[in-house]
T-cell receptor
Framework: GEDVEQSLFLSVREGDSSVINCTYTDSSSTYLYWYKQEPGAGLQLLTYIFSNMDMKQDQRLTVLLNKKDKHLSLRIADTQTGDSAIYFCAERNNNAGNMLTFGGGTRLMVKP | DTGVSQNPRHKITKRGQNVTFRCDPISEHNRLYWYRQTLGQGPEFLTY????????KSRLLSDRFSAERPKGSFSTLEIQRTEQGDSAMYLC??????????FGPGTRLTVL
């Protein structure tokens, strides 16, 4: 079955780069997503990558996909205190429903 | 468009009571998903609708849970005879076809 794993916690200093890692198991996933969740709030879509791509850049965000190792990463350049949140990676199931399978989330703490 | 909305945002109830949550998707989105997120975990799929048809239900959706989308627009999720283990954030997402899922702010349920 599908399983998505992430490290629990990451702490960085303001201005540094953050790299959040994710591994997934469903090799048939066509889309992989990164969502951000602030305390008590819903999920905000940050970016996504199609499985035939290796990299996608969107302003301060860079997504890297290693399909062979089923490894996904999100790099945030020039991390700000406002980036402190929980980040979830998700794979889109390649069945009729296309529901998402999420990792457990990585809590990013940005220190001033 | 104002995005996906959910009501109420918070619900506190006593064990054994029934509760109902509402989700209003982005207009013209034909698919609507319900997810449940317990504390410290990623969201887990519960069920989804394409227009008014409920097409898939997770095994997490016990017989105390029922969801409807009568006119293919808003959806309701009802939990009967609530238990403490039902305490969670209930998230709704919508999409058009197999596109990106956009999430609402969630309804946080606390069962005392």
């Amino acid at each position: 079955g599908e399983d998505v794993e992430q490290s629990l916690f990451l702490s960085v200093r303001e201005g540094d780069s953050s790299v959040i890692n994710c591994t997934y198991t469903d090799s048939s996933s066509t889309y992989l997503y990164w969502y951000k969740q602030e305390p008590g709030a819903g999920l905000q879509l940050l970016t996504y990558i199609f499985s035939n791509m290796d990299m996608k850049q969107d302003q301060r965000l860079t997504v890297l996909l290693n399909k062979k190792d089923k490894h996904l990463s999100l790099r945030i350049a020039d991390t700000q205190t406002g980036d402190s949140a929980i980040y979830f990676c998700a794979e889109r199931n390649n069945n009729a429903g296309n529901m998402l399978t999420f990792g457990g989330g990585t809590r990013l703490m940005v220190k001033p | 468009d104002t995005g996906v909305s959910q009501n109420p945002r918070h619900k506190i109830t006593k064990r054994g009571q029934n509760v109902t949550f509402r989700c209003d998707p982005i207009s013209e989105h034909n698919r609507l998903y319900w997810y449940r997120q317990t504390l410290g975990q990623g969201p887990e799929f519960l069920t989804y609708f394409q227009n008014e048809a409920q097409l898939e239900k997770s095994r997490l959706l016990s017989d105390r849970f029922s969801a409807e989308r009568p006119k293919g627009s808003f959806s309701t999720l009802e939990i009967q005879r609530t238990e403490q283990g039902d305490s969670a954030m209930y998230l709704c997402a919508s999409t058009y076809g197999s596109g990106t899922q956009y999430f609402g702010p969630g309804t946080r349920l606390t069962v005392l």
